[in-house]
């Protein structure tokens, strides 16, 4: 599958270990970067904090999303993503457990482009991001460079 960084932003390490063997079992070799809150996860996408050397200019081609975060929600980081021109666009998958309606509403209020129950057996887990990986790694287009990130001859 094409390089790109994958943003998996999950404070359970028994989810995010399920998510990397998942990715793994699907062929998917792209970076994983993992935030397990969602204030690290602003810092990670807006270089602040730990993360103020990193070139912003360097963002996940994914954004893999869980709702309850500590710190800062997953809501929340999805809604400062879309209020900043540098990551509005990014795509966002929210990956949860949750299956609560007013979670799903809120998650497409807020901006992201998908809303994804995990599953509790792994079998169908692995295959729902196998399915993810396919479509936003391989068959998603992403977007074009910005007019001022492309450099006049």
């Known amino acids: 599958m094409k390089a790109g960084v994958i943003l998996l932003v999950e404070d359970s390490p028994k989810d995010e270990a399920l998510t990397l063997r998942a990715l793994k079992k699907a062929g998917i070799t792209n970076e994983v970067v993992v935030m397990r809150d969602g204030a690290e996860a602003l810092d990670y996408l807006f270089c602040a904090g730990a993360f103020i050397d990193r070139h912003p200019d360097d963002l996940p081609t994914v954004v893999l999303m869980d709702l309850s975060l500590p710190k800062i929600s997953g809501l929340e980081v999805v809604k400062r993503m879309r209020a900043d021109n540098r990551t509005r666009l990014l795509p966002v998958v929210i990956l949860t457990s949750s299956d609560e309606e007013r979670d799903r509403l809120e998650g497409y209020e807020v901006g992201a482009n998908s809303y994804v129950r995990k599953p509790v057996e792994f ?28 450099v006049a001859p």
């Open 123 to 150: 079998g169908q887990f692995a295959s729902a991001v196998t399915q993810l990986g396919v479509y936003w790694l391989m068959l998603n287009q992403p977007l074009p460079p910005r007019k001022q990130d492309v």
